[in-house]
């Protein structure tokens, strides 16, 4: 037990008796009671409080992040099959709103491409069947008996020419798939486009004297570009122009300088396209009405690889079609103008 206490000399009045030591103590038991008591407190408080403000910590986080959980469980319910859904933004704090926002244009553009991608395998798959279907049914027949020389012949001469479709389709597939990933490199070099346009008009000249059409060009105007690259971009207009347009028609070649760079527009006569073809007309395979639908030997890829062309050279490639007249315009930044 531990006690306080002070101590005092107190003379007494005995003649020469020395003074006396008076002692006064006090136990210090009830103080340190007091003290036990306190520090037990103390600490039980201290405790609870950071027991208290941990759970209030991980309450206000579970509740911060809970619109976290809520986009990561819409997003985890996103599947190829169902990327037509999107996040509520509006559901969601200030902070988050952006990042959802951000979220559903980033699924709007997947499911564009996915569309696209659909869309492209179904054609794919489509074109490549008849040709091969036309192959393997006609060697068979040729197959199934003995032929003259001359059958044998005119069967390879059939099948050379779906061969010759296939390759050409195949080819046009790997330019547009070197253009997706840019890999197209134009070699480039300074280009008269009158002279290439007048070139490719005399060239289709004879196709368009059968059907009666007068060709004609307007304007010129020279960039710096990839000379064969610019002339398949401009046959391909020129080809499709005759080939929508009906007999005794026009087909219009301009070309005009800007302060922003240089345009060629091939104009043609013939039916009007509907409105909502004009989007998908640079899509591969897309066929619009019967009217537009491709004929011939094409592969149906001519304006989806005019448009890579025109991507390449830092361009654009547009369609307008109104009142029986039809336009396509390349557009030609100020960077490859002479």
């Not at 005995?14 to 037990?40: C, G, K, N, Q, Y």
């Not at 197959?143 to 390759?167: C, G, H, I, P, W």
Request: hydrophobic share 45%; no cysteine.
């Amino acid at each position: 037990m531990s006690y306080r206490g002070i101590s005092a000399d107190i003379q007494t009045s005995i003649a020469d008796a020395p003074p006396i030591i008076a002692v006064v103590a006090t136990s210090l038991r009830m103080h340190e009671h007091f003290m036990e008591s306190f520090r037990t407190t103390l600490w039980t408080v201290m405790g609870l409080a950071a027991l208290l403000t941990g759970f209030l910590g991980w309450l206000a986080a579970w509740r911060g992040l809970a619109p976290l959980q809520d986009i990561r469980r819409s997003a985890a319910a996103i599947t190829a099959d169902r990327l037509n859904q999107r996040l509520a933004a509006n559901d969601f704090p200030l902070e988050l709103a952006e990042v959802a926002e951000t979220l559903n244009a980033m699924l709007a553009r997947l499911e564009s491409s996915f569309r696209r991608l659909s869309d492209f395998s179904s054609d794919l798959a489509h074109e490549l069947r008849t040709p091969v279907s036309n192959l393997l049914t006609q060697t068979q027949v040729t197959l199934s008996k003995a032929r003259t020389l001359s059958k044998y012949q005119d069967v390879l001469a059939s099948n050379s020419e779906e061969l010759e479709r296939l390759s050409r389709m195949i080819a046009d597939m790997l330019f547009l798939a070197k253009s997706d990933n840019d890999l197209i490199a134009p070699n480039r070099k300074e280009v008269d486009l009158a002279v290439e346009v007048q070139a490719l008009l005399e060239f289709y000249s004879i196709l368009a004297e059968e059907k009666d059409i007068e060709l004609s060009l307007e304007g010129g105007g020279g960039i710096v570009g990839d000379p064969l690259m610019l002339r398949r971009a401009i046959s391909n207009l020129l080809s499709n122009a005759i080939r929508h347009t009906p007999e005794r028609g026009k087909v219009v070649v301009r070309i005009g300088q800007r302060m922003d760079g240089v345009t060629l527009s091939v104009e043609n006569t013939g039916p009007t396209i509907p409105s909502e073809q004009l989007t998908r007309l640079f899509d591969r395979f897309y066929r619009g009405d019967a009217a537009r639908q491709r004929t011939g030997d094409g592969t149906g890829l001519g304006l989806a690889i005019t448009q890579s062309i025109m991507h390449a050279h830092g361009g654009n490639a547009t369609v307008v079609s109104v009142n029986g007249l039809t336009r396509f315009d390349l557009t030609f930044s100020s960077h490859t103008k002479l």
